[in-house]
């Protein structure tokens, strides 16, 4: 069995199940397909703890990018 290891990672806009509004997140996308979200980018091995498991759909919005 290989390795997992990060395919991309980087700043997403993450909009709020309840709260229907657009929040920074940091994501990392792993070789087994694995999409892993935190508030803040990790700083080193020991990664924290994720936020939530996510799923990933289009968007279509009119919003401008900060």
Do not use: C
Not at 23 to 39: E, N
Not at 40 to 62: M, T
Request: proline fraction near 8%.
């Amino acid at each position: 069995m290989s390795d997992v290891t990060i395919v991309k990672e980087g700043w997403v806009q993450k909009r709020g199940e309840y709260i229907k509004n657009w929040r920074p997140r940091y994501f990392l996308l792993k070789t087994d397909g694995s999409f892993i979200g935190y508030k803040e980018k990790p700083q080193d091995v020991d990664l924290p703890y994720p936020l939530n498991n996510f799923s990933v759909a289009s968007s279509n919005s009119n919003h401008t990018p900060i």
